[in-house]
């Protein structure tokens, strides 16, 4: 059982390059099934995430091949399958946005429902409600979701949504690029990973506008071809990094990133006492001597982002004074609190609220990855905790960020992963 031992370390100190968006890749990757012809995709970050995503749109009928460590070649002409396989939907509910590129391009998609995670119960009614909204029959039993389009194929609607949902605007925006006619999606997410899903699918001849913005508009076309697309930089594994900064007061450039996703967590840095230097593709974040204590309130974009919760609130543990997380996404996004209170944070839990008593020091102990974000943010408690912390379950970090004791390494945290 492999586990990650992080020691009290010094200041983080130097330059870290940020890989390709896993939250961009996934849907990207999904969305690369609409093709006909040849689709590279560069900066795809190699996560076990994606290796699953790639074996589910193979096993549908896709050559999938990998050009160098982070290039891939999709060509999806000869798509066939419609069936996901159960034990991959099983390892990423991510793969359910195959749906919508299934349900464009052969008008079938049986798959197992996806289940909910530590996070939440994470249903997909407004996936579905886009999908029958565009012509789709829907059935499902208690594991399995069928869907199937018209004979005369899918028609453009109107679907208003009655939570911004990153998926379901993503699934849904996918099945409409071959309908018939125009769709429209109201109160659509505006993330910069919806933005870069149009802009690839703009790429390969589909005609989408709007997206950024809560009003989304797609007219269908008839088929989409190929091209090649460079994945955004990852916003969350930059924040990650600038928390990291933070916690340990130190003095960090974070490369390859586009600063205007990160305003959010740049503010809220500032407001807790850090500088922040913008370049062009960087941001030079300064922590302070003593963190200033805040409040954060988790919002669908341009709001705080949930993924970047956990992570800060680590940095709250330690902060000089009294701080509020509020998580408005999940319904259950608390699970590292009872991990952070083991290495002596004073944290108490109302509701949607945590209410976090700063501590002079944290300490050391074994705790769990409970998801990915929290598994990063146990792994920042630890650069600044006393003594060593002991992370285990770390499949959970695996899925997310790609060699990140490497990074934390070369910016002078002492991490090592060991197989005990
Ligand atoms: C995406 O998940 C991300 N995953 C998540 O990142 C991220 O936390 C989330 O968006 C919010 O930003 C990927 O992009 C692969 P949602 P998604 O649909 O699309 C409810 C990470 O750590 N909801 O915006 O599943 C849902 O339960 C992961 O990288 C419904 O009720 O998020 C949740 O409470 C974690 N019905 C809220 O909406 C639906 O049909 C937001 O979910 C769909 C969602």
Known sequence: MERMIITHSPALQGEVSISGAKNSALPILAASLLGTEDIILSDVPPLEDVRIILQVIQSLGAQVSYEDETTVRINSKDLNHYNTPGELMGKMRASFLVMGPLLARIGKSITKLPGGCTIGSRPVDYHLKGFKALGCAITQDDSTIAAAAPVTGLSGNVVYLDFPSVGATQNIMMAATLAKGTSIIENAAREPEIVDLANFLNKIGA?????????????????????????????????????????????????????????????????????????????????????????????????????????????????????????????????????????????????????????????????????????????????????????????????????????????????????F
């Open 207 to 419: 005609d989408i506008k709007g997206a950024g913005t809560s009003n989304i508009k797609i007219r269908g076309v008839e088929r989409l071809k190929g091209g090649n697309h460079s994945i955004i930089p990852d916003r969350i594994e930059a924040a990650t990094f600038m928390i990291g900064s933070a916690i340990t007061g130190g003095n960090v450039l974070i490369k390859n990133i586009i600063p205007s996703h990160l305003i959010p967590v740049t503010a809220k840095l500032q407001e807790v006492g850090c500088t922040i230097e913008e370049g062009e593709e960087t941001l030079l974040v300064k922590g302070p001597r003593r963190l200033n204590p805040t409040s954060i309130k988790t919002m669908p974009y341009p709001g705080f982002p949930t993924d970047a919760q956990s992570q800060f609130m680590a940095m709250m543990t330690i902060s000089k004074g009294e701080s509020r997380v509020v998580e408005t996404v999940f319904e259950n996004r608390f699970m590292h609190v009872a991990e952070l209170v083991r290495m002596g944070a004073v944290i108490d839990i109302i509701g949607k609220e945590a209410i976090i008593r700063g501590v002079s020091a944290l300490q050391g102990a074994e705790v769990r990855a409970t998801d990915l974000r929290a598994g990063a943010a146990l792994v920042l408690a630890g650069l600044v905790a006393q003594g060593k912390t002991v992370l285990s379950e770390l499949y959970h970090l695996d899925r997310g960020y790609y060699r990140l004791e490497e990074k934390i390494q070369a910016l002078g945290g002492d991490i090592q992963r060991i197989n």
